[in-house]
């Protein structure tokens, strides 16, 4: 076992882990945050996307001892209070999910994405979000619900 | 064993393909985790800085816009976030055989055998492969780094090597387990681009099944130096064709002194698949193979249209 410090939506968290859990079980089972899902458990799908000290990565590949004294978000705490996330909203003004199980990941991973800057165009959105399947298909919807996001508008 | 991204080695680890007894987690090297110009004109890349970091560095993206597009190419950007610069050299096969911990495969489990030959083998090597093993090596970046002729730069118990990058990865022969030439205990500090980025014309190509996030059927890496619209210098180099990023000069000088047109890029494929082997369900890469150099040759023309993602433009 080693004791690890996570500052997990801007709450301070020690906990003893096995060298060999991942960030995405530490969050789920240990701290009980289960808005992060886990889809594939392998790199595949991105329902695990968290943003670690700003950037985003797959929770599911990366060993929570490994993050010690990071400071990580999950959907958890996105929200200001009751006032949803942006992207919380627009996600729910454009339909963009049907089940909700990739939804968590996806808005992660959008707001990763646009703090990265490196999108101009929707194609380029796209293909930056390309590391988050949707199932359900709700593809055009979270692409329209981002695009809002990013500059008011753009529907397909 | 060590861990930088840990996106390759967790993974296998949780396929129980992989049974690491120590784990060393290299990121707190900082000396390895940054990109620095050499007094030669070159560009050094450590090894911990991640794939996303180089691709998007200025004087990558600047100098040598071909490695930045096929580093985006590839996986994830939280993948890319997460991936290193020496991980990415050092990823192991996508063969679904050796995936799976229940089956024979020569890659991990030496003499057991290859199911791959007389099964499902649509993603495998046509060309360098052997009786044992017919995997192939899955990485984007190295196709480029192969293309660019980078250098690795490695450190162990004895000291210093530099490998150029042809050298570095291996053909399977008959051990197939052995990817590259490094040794056990060896890390890999940094990878140094030679000055000549070819950063005017260049192309990368990436066919597969889907769009995007996923690994390449095919990918083509092309480098060329023009004056007008005759070719001084090209350099091609094939993914997901082979055990190691595939490079054949004769190919490249078949293109040197001609007009850079379809014909030209027709000829240099076909020394480029010269005794390609095709198997039952992979037999098409040669014919893809062969348009997709044609296709990217005439992209490297016009790089402004190369689409994110490396899809095919022109
Ligand atoms: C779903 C998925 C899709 C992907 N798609 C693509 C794709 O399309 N194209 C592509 O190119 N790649 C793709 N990848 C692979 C990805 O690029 C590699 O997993 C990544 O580059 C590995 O880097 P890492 O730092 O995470 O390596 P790790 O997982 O940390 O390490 C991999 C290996 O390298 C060793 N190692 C790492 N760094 C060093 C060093 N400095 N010196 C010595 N040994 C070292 C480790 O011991 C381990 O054996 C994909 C991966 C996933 C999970
Ligand atoms: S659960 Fe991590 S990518 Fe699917
Ligand atoms: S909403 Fe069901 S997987 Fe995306």
């Known amino acids: ?156 | 064993m060590f861990i930088a991204g840990g996106t390759n080695l967790v993974d296998l680890w949780k396929y129980n393909l992989l049974h690491p007894k120590l784990v060393v987690d290299i990121n707190h090297l900082p000396e390895h985790r940054r990109i620095t110009e050499l007094e030669d004109g070159g560009l050094r890349l450590g090894a911990l800085v991640s794939n996303a970091d180089t691709a998007y560095h200025p004087l990558v993206e600047s100098r040598y816009p071909l490695l930045s597009k096929a580093i985006l190419a590839g996986a994830s950007a939280q993948i890319r976030n997460m991936a290193t610069n020496g991980g990415n050299l050092l990823q192991r096969t996508r063969c679904y055989y050796f995936y799976d911990a229940d089956v024979p495969c020569n890659k991990r489990v030496p003499g057991s055998g290859c199911p791959a030959m007389d099964g499902y083998n649509r993603i495998h090597a046509i060309l360098g492969a052997s009786g044992e093993c017919i995997a192939v090596f899955p990485s984007d970046m190295c196709v480029a780094l192969a293309a660019l002729e980078a250098v690795v730069n490695v450190s162990g118990k004895n000291g210093g090597r530099r490998i150029p990058f042809a050298d570095f990865h291996r053909l399977p022969g008959d051990s197939p387990e052995i990817d590259n030439i490094l040794q056990h205990g060896e890390l890999i500090t940094s990878i140094d681009l030679p000055e000549k980025g070819f950063a005017q014309n260049y192309s990368y190509l990436k066919l597969r099944d889907r769009h995007s996030y996923a690994f390449a059927l095919v990918s083509v890496a092309t480098a060329l130096e023009l004056e007008g619209d005759t070719i001084r210098d090209a350099r091609i180099a094939l993914g997901g064709v082979a055990h190691k990023p595939w490079r054949v000069r004769e190919a490249e000088a078949v293109l040197v002194g001609k007009k850079a047109d379809e014909a030209a890029f027709t000829a240099a494929a076909e020394v480029l698949l010269t005794g390609a082997v095709g198997l039952k369900y992979n037999a098409f890469k040669i014919e893809l193979a062969k348009r997709a150099i044609v296709r990217n040759g005439m992209m490297a023309l016009h790089p402004e249209t190369q689409l994110p993602g490396a899809q095919p433009s022109a």
Request: with cysteine; aromatic share 2%; proline share 2%.
């Open chain 1, 1 to 156: 076992m080693t004791t690890i410090t996570l500052n997990v939506n801007k709450q301070t968290h020690t906990l003893e882990v096995l060298p060999w859990v991942s960030l995405l079980d530490a969050l789920r089972d240990r701290l009980k945050l289960t808005g992060t899902k886990k889809g594939c458990d392998h790199g595949q799908c991105g329902a695990c996307t968290v943003l670690c000290d700003g950037t985003r990565i797959l929770s599911c590949l990366s060993l929570a001892v490994m993050k010690n004294g990071s400071e990580i978000t999950t959907v958890e705490g996105i929200a200001d209070g009751d006032a949803l996330h942006p992207l919380q909203k627009a996600f729910i003004e454009h339909d963009a999910f049907q089940c909700g199980y990739c939804t968590p990941g996806q808005i992660c991973s959008a707001i990763g994405m646009l703090a990265e800057g490196k999108a101009r165009t929707r194609d380029e959105v796209k293909e930056l979000m390309s590391g988050n399947l949707c199932r359900c298909g709700a593809n055009t919807g979270i692409i329209d619900a981002i695009m809002e996001v990013k500059e008011g508008g753009g529907r397909e």
